[in-house]
């Protein structure tokens, strides 16, 4: 995101809301009229799988959202001692785990 922007926006967002042909007049003002590329940055959390998450809420018999909490927590060695107890293949658990 260009910084001339953001401090564009935050201007703007001083403007009551009540007052919306005076915000709209500001940014078509003040926003320039020329293709420019931001590079997007892309988010650094990784997402679980959800099968596995399905997995290890049945096995600690929580929600979902737990489940993805202590796969965060779980060593891979852990998390395959479970899935081993849950009685799923070693080739089908660490393509759970590769894929999470």
């Known amino acids: 995101m260009d910084i001339n922007y953001i401090e564009l926006t935050n201007y703007a967002q001083t403007i009551p809301y009540d007052n919306k042909i005076q915000t709209y007049n500001i940014y078509r003002e003040m926003i ?12 650094k959390k990784k997402s679980h799988n959800p099968q596995l998450i399905e997995i290890l809420s049945e096995y600690f ?3 979902k959202f737990t489940a993805a909490r202590y796969l965060e927590v779980l060593k891979k ?15 089908k658990s660490k393509k759970l785990l590769k894929n999470g």
């Open 32 to 43: 320039p009229k020329k293709k420019v590329f931001l590079k997007y940055i892309k988010s």
């Open 61 to 63: 018999q929580c929600g």
């Open 77 to 91: 060695k852990e998390t395959l001692t479970i899935l081993q107890n849950m009685g799923i293949e070693e080739k």
